[in-house]
């Protein structure tokens, strides 16, 4: 990692992590990733646990990073898709460097929990 200094960061994963912060925005992206676009009715059934509310909101905020595009079709009733961005794929190979990472932290955590003795 750098040492330069931008922004209020002096280091500029914060500002990465920043934008992604938010309980639901990996799995938000994740969908998004795995379709070229979802409805939000969609996004919601395929993350259980989300509010309507939170995810409307998280989306808001991935749309003002430009990382996820809204669009919405001139149709009775409206229909609105959301997409990855161009600018939002660029977070793929960081997103898919870290699920490989959290696999192997389970892994991990897995093998050390079978080592533990047993009282």
Request: with cysteine; net charge positive.
């Amino acid at each position: 990692m750098s040492s330069g200094h931008r922004g209020d960061s002096p280091c500029s994963a914060v500002s990465t992590l920043q934008v992604l912060s938010g309980k639901w925005k990996w799995l938000i992206l994740y969908h998004l990733f795995q379709h070229p676009s979802l409805r939000f009715s969609e996004l919601m059934r395929r993350i259980p646990g989300i509010t309507q509310r939170v995810l409307t909101k998280q989306l808001r905020e991935l749309e003002e990073e430009g990382i996820v595009e809204r669009t919405v079709y001139p149709e009775v009733p409206p229909r609105v898709e959301y997409a990855i961005t161009p600018y939002g794929q660029s977070l793929r190979p960081i997103l898919d460097l870290m699920h490989a990472w959290g696999l192997e932290h389970l892994r991990r955590k897995a093998e050390r929990a079978l080592q533990e003795p047993k009282l």
